[in-house]
């Protein structure tokens, strides 16, 4: 079993919509909880990061950890083509190296 | 803040020759920056953690002799491929903690590296 796994997608959706991407993680010692978004031939640029359990939002960005199913989201509103990209997941024990899921790739489209 | 860059963002090497990879942390100091490679359409894979003023940390499976690492500042790391094959050609990734709490990573841009 992975450390963290993701649903690699495709995922394809209409502009406007609500887009739910989602990462499950076995090591329970993980603490800081991050999402990527990663431009095809670009470095993964940070788009949230969460310490523990709970919720945050960012504009149309919202991140939630629930570290008692191990299962972390990210919800985007009100997609936009400019959204379309991979997301990664990634999650660590503090100032240590960062272990990545595979990524979901997302298309919006107008 | 937290600015990573990389150079060169691609380079093209003929098989049996190396190439240096630079990654520069702008406005923060990194001592330990972290190395990735990334197949097309796939996640990264961590290749070595890069450690200020000591070696580096190779994860299994990756040569060290191969893809030297040597961290001399706290704003620069340099990845080495050394007698580079077609199979090495990638697309490298550096990032380093950074933010207030220092456990968020920033990553450079990246450089495609294409070995003929």
């Known amino acids: 079993q992975k450390e963290v796994e993701q649903d690699p997608g495709p995922l394809s959706v209409p502009e406007g919509a609500i887009v739910s991407l989602n990462c499950t993680y076995s090591n329970s010692a993980f603490q800081y909880f991050m999402w990527y978004r990663q431009y095809s031939r670009k470095g993964p640029e940070l788009l949230m990061y969460t310490y523990s359990s709970g919720n945050k939002e960012d504009g149309r960005f919202t991140a939630q950890v629930d570290k008692s199913s191990k299962y972390i989201s990210l919800f985007i509103r009100d997609s936009q083509p400019s959204d379309s990209a991979t997301y990664l997941c990634a999650m660590n024990v503090g100032t240590d190296k960062l272990i990545f899921g595979t990524g979901t790739r997302l298309q919006v489209f107008p | 803040g937290a600015v990573v860059s990389q150079h060169p963002s691609w380079v093209i090497c003929k098989s049996g020759t190396s190439v240096k990879i630079e990654c520069r942390s702008l406005d923060f100091q990194a001592t330990t920056m972290f190395w990735y490679r990334q197949f097309p359409k796939q996640s990264l894979m961590l290749m070595a953690t890069s450690n200020e003023g000591s070696k580096a940390t190779y994860e299994q499976g990756v040569e060290k002799d191969k893809f030297l690492i040597n961290h001399a500042s706290l704003t620069l790391s340099t990845l080495t491929v050394t007698s580079a094959h077609p199979e090495d050609s990638s697309f490298y990734i550096c990032?380093?903690?950074?933010?207030?709490?220092?456990?968020?990573?920033?990553f450079g841009p990246g450089t495609r590296l294409t070995v003929t």
């Open positions: 990032s380093a903690p950074g933010g207030q709490g220092g456990f968020e990573q920033y």
